[in-house]
């Protein structure tokens, strides 16, 4: 009898199981994959590329993106008559090339939606992006992760103690928190371990910034602290400025950038221990924020006086010193390949759009606070509102205009960015081409 009914649900099951495999995507074919690929246009197309390897060989082996380049860019302009005679490595920078061109079109021209939900019970000042995921916190007693596109929460990390968090960073396998005198690391795949250095590690840290396997902190005393990860212990010491480290950048080639309270940068080597350089800032106005494009070797620096400055540290050059801001800047950042555009916020809580050769503020963006367009329930009390985006015209005077949260932190993403502002809420700011 046994026999007999477990004889007569393993049809059942079988047929359970062969359901749940036709509705997961590994399911769909190569063909099917491609009749949906071909409606999209070339950003989406880009994007899915990028989603696994088996997409990416799909559309690859299939054209689609060679199609989609040559319709846009009209093969015959080029003196061109045949796909083929572009070499992988031509296309992959020509869609490279184009993919920013749309980024920086959008950021310039809009139009713009900002959507806006909940994520901490208290006002929050960071936030970080990367893979499509974003990672909010210092305010309260936990980081929390997002997703970009959806708002859906994913995840959670709980500081161990009542130490205060003032730093954070994350990629694939971990989150890496400076949380008062010490490092702590987080898994993010596997058990849910915490890794805790001992306290009073290094004097009190302000800034952090992290590649793996490397932590680096800035602290109050003016002394940057290499944390390392497989040691578990401070590696490197060394003196950067008289006063406060106040951010940090790390580049390809293991060279720390520090900013100074003071007005001054500097920059030392991992290899030697020393400080190698240092770059001349005009006036006495604190760096606020620092960023690096490891695609043109140009370093950007925001100051407490509104002024966005651009060197090429290969030559300890200022290429360009503009003020773009009235106030205080808190942030600064621009997508890795992209050597057009930056996006800067600060204390004024306008989210300026720079031309990264010139310093000239290509858009200035507010949010329409005056309204919802859409308002989604994510359950338990959370709403995802859906708000306007409004581009200012260049004879808008910003001490005119209501008050707006500053811009805390920000991070940038292929047609969106992301920004925080001391209160409860995050902000996705989404361009579209027109």
Same mark, same amino acid.
């Given at each position: 009898?046994?026999?007999?009914?477990?004889?007569?649900?393993?049809?059942?099951? %079988?047929?359970?199981?062969?359901?749940?495999?036709?509705?997961?995507?590994?399911?769909?074919?190569?063909?099917?994959?491609?009749?949906?690929? %071909?409606?999209?246009?070339?950003?989406?197309?880009?994007?899915?590329?990028?989603?696994?390897?088996?997409?990416?060989?799909? @559309?690859?082996?299939?054209?689609?993106?060679?199609?989609?380049?040559? *319709?846009?860019?009209? %093969?015959?302009?080029?003196?061109?008559?045949?796909?083929?005679?572009?070499?992988?490595?031509?296309?992959?920078?020509?869609?490279?090339?184009?993919?920013?061109?749309?980024?920086?079109?959008?950021?310039?021209?809009?139009?713009?939606?900002? #959507?806006?939900?909940?994520?901490?019970?208290?006002?929050?000042?960071?936030?970080?992006? *990367?893979?499509?995921?974003?990672?909010?916190?210092?305010?309260?007693? +936990?980081?929390?992760?997002? &997703?970009?596109?959806?708002?859906?929460?994913?995840?959670?990390? @709980?500081?161990?103690?009542?130490?205060?968090?003032?730093?954070?960073?994350?990629?694939?396998?971990? +989150? %890496?928190?400076?949380?008062?005198?010490?490092?702590?690391?987080?898994?993010?795949?596997?058990?849910?371990?915490?890794?805790?250095?001992?306290?009073?590690? #290094?004097?009190?840290?302000?800034?952090?910034?992290?590649?793996?396997?490397?932590?680096?902190?800035?602290?109050?005393?003016?002394?940057?602290?290499? #944390?390392?990860?497989?040691? =578990?212990?401070?590696?490197?010491?060394?003196?950067?400025?008289?006063?406060?480290?106040?951010? $940090?950048?790390? !580049?390809?080639?293991?060279?720390?950038?520090?900013?100074?309270?003071?007005?001054?940068?500097? @920059?030392?080597?991992?290899?030697?221990?020393?400080?190698?350089?240092?770059?001349?800032?005009?006036? &006495?106005?604190?760096?606020?924020?620092?960023?690096?494009?490891?695609?043109?070797?140009?370093?950007?620096?925001?100051?407490?006086?509104?002024?966005?400055?651009?060197?090429? @540290?290969?030559?300890?050059?200022?290429?360009?010193?503009? =003020?773009?801001?009235?106030?205080?800047?808190?942030?600064?950042?621009?997508?890795?390949?992209?050597? $057009? !555009?930056? +996006?800067?916020?600060?204390?004024?809580?306008?989210?300026?759009?720079?031309?990264?050769?010139?310093? !000239?503020?290509?858009?200035?963006?507010?949010?329409?606070?005056?309204?919802?367009?859409?308002?989604?329930?994510?359950?338990?009390?959370?709403?995802?509102?859906?708000?306007?985006?409004?581009?200012?015209?260049?004879?808008?005077?910003?001490? $005119?205009?209501?008050?707006?949260?500053?811009?805390?932190?920000?991070?940038?993403?292929?047609? *969106?960015?992301?920004?925080?502002?001391?209160?409860?809420?995050?902000? +996705?700011? *989404? #361009?579209?081409?027109?």
């Amino acid at each position: 009898m046994e026999a007999t009914t477990s004889t007569a649900n393993q049809p059942q099951s %079988v047929n359970k199981r062969r359901h749940t495999a036709r509705t997961s995507v590994e399911a769909l074919g190569d063909d099917v994959l491609c009749m949906i690929f %071909v409606l999209l246009d070339l950003v989406h197309l880009i994007r899915c590329s990028a989603v696994c390897k088996s997409w990416s060989m799909v @559309i690859r082996k299939l054209k689609l993106l060679q199609l989609q380049y040559h *319709k846009q860019q009209h %093969v015959d302009s080029f003196g061109l008559s045949d796909a083929s005679t572009y070499s992988e490595r031509l296309l992959n920078q020509q869609l490279g090339q184009l993919a920013m061109d749309m980024q920086s079109w959008s950021l310039k021209e809009g139009p713009c939606d900002v #959507f806006r939900w909940k994520c901490h019970l208290q006002g929050f000042k960071k936030c970080r992006m *990367k893979m499509g995921l974003i990672l909010t916190g210092v305010g309260d007693k +936990v980081m929390r992760l997002w &997703s970009a596109e959806t708002g859906k929460g994913l995840d959670e990390y @709980i500081l161990p103690d009542k130490a205060p968090l003032f730093d954070f960073d994350f990629d694939e396998g971990k +989150v %890496v928190g400076l949380v008062g005198t010490r490092i702590c690391i987080w898994r993010r795949v596997g058990s849910r371990d915490i890794f805790s250095s001992r306290e009073g590690l #290094f004097a009190r840290g302000l800034c952090m910034c992290y590649v793996d396997p490397q932590a680096v902190i800035g602290c109050e005393d003016g002394k940057v602290r290499v #944390f390392d990860m497989y040691s =578990r212990k401070i590696s490197q010491i060394i003196k950067m400025h008289p006063g406060s480290v106040s951010s $940090l950048c790390f !580049t390809d080639e293991q060279m720390i950038i520090s900013g100074s309270s003071l007005g001054s940068i500097a @920059i030392s080597d991992l290899s030697s221990d020393q400080q190698v350089a240092t770059l001349g800032t005009t006036g &006495s106005a604190g760096i606020r924020t620092l960023c690096f494009n490891p695609s043109s070797y140009q370093l950007f620096a925001g100051s407490s006086a509104g002024y966005a400055s651009c060197w090429d @540290i290969r030559m300890s050059k200022r290429l360009w010193e503009s =003020r773009v801001s009235p106030n205080m800047l808190y942030s600064m950042h621009h997508l890795r390949n992209d050597k $057009l !555009t930056l +996006v800067v916020g600060g204390i004024d809580g306008v989210l300026r759009i720079i031309d990264q050769d010139t310093g !000239t503020v290509l858009s200035r963006w507010i949010v329409e606070e005056n309204g919802i367009i859409a308002n989604h329930s994510m359950g338990k009390n959370r709403f995802l509102e859906r708000k306007k985006g409004i581009k200012l015209s260049e004879d808008t005077r910003i001490d $005119l205009m209501p008050n707006r949260p500053p811009i805390t932190c920000l991070a940038v993403g292929m047609q *969106k960015v992301v920004t925080t502002h001391s209160d409860r809420f995050l902000r +996705v700011w *989404k #361009f579209h081409n027109r």
